[in-house]
Nanobody
Framework: QVQLVESGGGLVQAGGSLRLSCAAS????????MGWFRQAPGKEREFVAG????????YYADSVKGRFSISRDNAKRTMFLQMSSLKPEDTAVYYC???????????????????WGQGTQVTVSS
């Protein structure tokens, strides 16, 4: 089992920045990929960014490219999402997720991830 705990959400004005963290514990040695997803009210959960634990290769949804940056600290088993130039449409609950399946690149489908955090709210005011 892997436990994931997100932190860093909050309220920010449009154009501002936030940094989310996701601390992993448990059987993290088997984790291959991790990802950030978000879900706005009335919408489906969508992929935001993903990263491989081994190489650290990042992948982004088109909607956040150039504004968000994903990274990880292997020693601390923590993943980060640096969000800049935030827009009101970025408002959502942000979830981190991980998978122990031998993927070689992050998956954009939520069904590919077995473990999920509880989510952290990000609200961007206009």
């Amino acid at each position: 089992q892997v436990q994931l705990v997100e932190s860093g959400g909050g309220l920010v004005q449009a154009g501002g920045s936030l940094r989310l963290s996701c601390a992993a514990s448990g059987r993290t040695a088997s984790s291959t990929i991790m990802g950030w997803f978000r879900q706005a009210p009335g919408k489906e959960r969508e992929f935001v960014a993903g990263i491989t634990w081994s190489v650290g290769s990042p992948y982004y949804a088109d909607s956040v490219k150039g504004r968000f940056s994903i990274s990880r600290d292997n020693a601390k088993r923590t993943m980060f999402l640096q969000m800049s130039s935030l827009k009101p449409e970025d408002t959502a609950v942000y979830y981190c997720a991980s998978s122990n399946v031998m993927y070689y690149r992050p998956r954009t489908s939520a069904s590919a991830y077995e473990y999920w955090g509880q989510g952290t709210q990000v609200t961007v005011s206009s």
